[in-house]
């Protein structure tokens, strides 16, 4: 199981915290690949610059990491839809 932790920012978006599988470190969840709606790698930005580890999708922590990614954006969108998140629009 990988440790995590979501906290909103200025802009009322929600982040993404989790500890790295491969190295340990605490870092930003990132889709880095996308090929249409498919996502197809993550990165875990731990620092500034980008640096971070990348999570392919044969990665044996695809799968975990996607559902995360899936359940807090499904989040997201359910707050805009009820009005209680004004700066996220749906056009």
Same mark, same amino acid.
């Given at each position: 199981m990988i440790n995590f932790r979501i906290v909103k920012n200025r802009r009322g978006k929600f982040s993404i915290i989790v500890t790295c599988p491969k190295c340990g470190r605490e870092g930003y969840l990132r889709?880095?690949?996308?090929?249409? !709606?498919?996502?197809? *790698?993550?990165?875990i930005v731990h620092e500034k610059f980008n640096r971070g580890c990348h999570i392919g999708i044969n990665s044996e922590y695809f799968e975990e990491l996607f !559902?995360?990614?899936? *359940?807090v954006r499904e989040f997201e969108k359910e707050?805009?839809?009820?009005?209680?998140?004004?700066?996220f629009r749906l056009i």
């Amino acid at each position: 199981m990988i440790n995590f932790r979501i906290v909103k920012n200025r802009r009322g978006k929600f982040s993404i915290i989790v500890t790295c599988p491969k190295c340990g470190r605490e870092g930003y969840l990132r889709v880095y690949s996308k090929r249409g !709606e498919e996502i197809r *790698a993550f990165k875990i930005v731990h620092e500034k610059f980008n640096r971070g580890c990348h999570i392919g999708i044969n990665s044996e922590y695809f799968e975990e990491l996607f !559902e995360l990614h899936k *359940a807090v954006r499904e989040f997201e969108k359910e707050l805009a839809y009820e009005g209680d998140y004004p700066s996220f629009r749906l056009i």
